[in-house]
């Protein structure tokens, strides 16, 4: 029996005993999933009674202001741990169960941030590892600690993460919101633009030959003259191309800019001031043989060049100048551009999500299950701005889908356009306040009011309104006024399954006109579905889509208006 009756509810969801417990009814292609065949659509009738997956869905008030949400941010929160706890101790072993909550991402991508701090400082160790032990001209073990260059390598690093701080605390103060991609990346991409730099520097001063009499302040101004114009030119353009990506209108891409460029100019101005006097200090203690670090120990006098400028200039050069080489090397050179040149076409724009993840996060397997089971995309909303007046039967033929209707209305645009969803990934016709309105109007057993006041009364019980309909079935612009409220409050039931409380309480602004006890419609939404949505060229691709045909929505609306 309770398969006959899923059948029967997935063919017309709106039948009085199919309504959910909220009083509306409940799309079997949201409820349900893992029905559609291979290239199947929602459109093509899928046989729902072979659904493999049941989808719960909780809604939670959710609000722009972010004061506002600490209430359902708490609630997902012990939602998240419940859930964690009921699939690892409680869950039938016949049942699989895949989760998550809005603020879920997020957290996962904190904790992950958490967990990548280790590697941060690693990968930091390593970097000044590289620069101590390159920037030296190492010759012997026994001047391992006189040509090294630890301080400065330490002094370097240290900088860069000044940088880092000073454009944060600088952008933090402004009022720029930080992401978690900035505390991450741009800490790496300084460290490789100031590297550069800091070997510009230091390798330029010890190419170079103090001239006779002159101070080793002096061979520094002169070497800084030498090399200084090239870093500004770079440092600066580097950071002009970030502050121009601040120009973006996405958010992150916007405050990524700004700190990025910003840490740029702060560690140029680091590297030409606190390290140029490193390198000076330094400089000092390399000529008086000195131990780094250990500056009051001296070694052995320096008798021959570097082992790793011995290894560039008497085996790599030569090397890679042989004639032989030289022709491989542009052979493969054009060869791999070539190849990258050809395969660039089919490379999709976009972060695969599931690669944002930590391994052992539970929002990988609500990935999967996704990909696996889910028959229909997120929701999508087309809002209609205040300012139309929709007691009037123009008005309403530009919006409405029935009978009387434009044949290029809002509702029956979208209505087409769900009939092509590999095109505009619109999955289902949208829904209509002023379609069920206008049925529900119509309807004798729906309106319903206070005997002695005339407000508004479930209609269940009281007395009807009789509404006064036009030759269109419509209510009169005065009625659609006055009435347009007492929709919105009444739930539906078996006796009227068009009352709008359930599906349109939310979705239609209503304000007061004065202390009549009539309503003018501000802004309100039609909801449709999208296909579904599994990589990131889809979430982008159906905003394209959508796009298009709001764009198509708002000309049509304005030009018979």
């Known amino acids: 029996e309770y398969l006959d009756t899923f059948y029967s509810c997935s063919q017309n969801y709106y039948l009085p005993d199919c309504l959910g417990s909220y009083g509306g009814p409940v799309d079997p292609a949201i409820a349900t999933g893992g029905f559609l065949e291979p290239g199947q659509t929602l459109s093509d009738n899928p046989k729902y009674y072979k659904a493999k997956s049941l989808i719960l869905t909780f809604l939670v008030n959710n609000y722009h202001n972010k004061t506002k949400i600490a209430p359902a941010m708490e609630w997902e929160r012990i939602y998240v741990e419940f859930m964690k706890n009921y699939t690892a101790n409680e869950k039938p072993p016949y049942m699989d169960i895949a989760f998550t909550s809005e603020r879920s991402i997020e957290d996962e991508l904190d904790r992950e941030s958490q967990s990548d701090v280790l590697t941060i400082l690693i990968s930091y160790v390593i970097m000044f590892a590289y620069i101590a032990i390159s920037l030296g001209n190492l010759s012997s073990c026994k001047r391992l600690l006189i040509d090294s260059k630890i301080t400065l390598g330490l002094g370097g690093v240290a900088i860069v993460l000044a940088s880092v701080i000073s454009s944060i ?35 330029t001063h010890q190419r170079g030959q103090r001239r006779h009499g002159e101070t080793p302040a002096e061979y520094i101004g002169r070497t800084l003259a030498k090399v200084g114009p090239s870093i500004l030119l770079t440092s600066v353009s580097e950071s002009c191309c970030f502050f121009l990506g601040s120009l973006s209108d996405m958010p992150a891409v916007k405050a990524f800019a700004l700190y990025a460029g910003m840490a740029l100019l702060f560690d140029f101005l680091l590297q030409i001031t606190c390290f140029v006097s490193l390198l000076h200090l330094d400089s000092i203690r390399q000529a008086g043989n000195r131990f780094d670090i250990f500056c009051f120990l001296r070694g052995s006098k320096k008798d021959q060049k570097g082992l790793l400028y011995f290894i560039f200039k008497k085996l790599y050069v030569p090397f890679l100048m042989d004639r032989y080489v030289r022709a491989l090397v542009v052979i493969i ?22 690669l944002s993840m930590p391994e052992d996060s539970f929002v990988l397997k609500y990935f999967k299950f996704l990909k696996d089971y889910l028959s229909i995309g997120p929701p999508m909303y087309f809002v209609v701005k205040n300012g139309l007046n929709y007691g009037d039967a123009r008005v309403q033929n530009l919006i409405c889908g029935g009978l009387f209707c434009n044949v290029d209305s809002l509702t029956t645009q979208i209505y087409i356009a ?5 095109v505009t990934y619109i999955a289902r016709p949208s829904s209509s306040w002023i379609d069920d309105y206008i049925d529900w109007s119509a309807a004798p057993g729906c309106c319903m009011k206070q005997p002695k ?16 309909l036009n030759d269109y079935s419509r209510p009169y612009p005065d ?27 939310q979705a239609v602004n209503l304000k007061m006109i004065g202390g009549n006890p009539v309503s003018e419609v501000g802004a309100s939404y039609f909801m449709t579905f999208h296909t579904i949505l599994k990589t990131s060229k889809d979430y982008y691709e159906s905003l394209r889509a959508a796009r298009k045909i709001a764009a198509n929505l708002t000309e049509m609306i304005e030009t018979r208006m």
Do not use: M
């Open 418 to 422: 769900s009939k092509s969803p590999n």
């Open 169 to 203: 605390g600088l952008f933090g103060f402004i009022g720029v919101p930080a992401t978690l991609i900035i505390i991450e990346v741009i800490p790496f991409l300084v460290l490789a633009v100031g590297v550069d730099n800091i070997f510009i520097l230091v390798q």
């Open 479 to 505: 009625d659609f006024e006055h009435y347009i409220s007492y929709f919105l409050r009444d739930n539906p039931d078996e006796t009227c399954a068009k009352a709008g409380h359930a599906a349109y309480a």
């Open 453 to 468: 006041t005339g407000g508004f009364c479930p209609h269940i019980k009281c007395e009807h309104c009789n509404i006064s």
């Open 333 to 354: 050179f054009y060869g791999w551009l070539c190849s990258s040149i050809a395969v660039l076409p089919h490379i999709e724009v976009g972060l695969d999500q599931e």
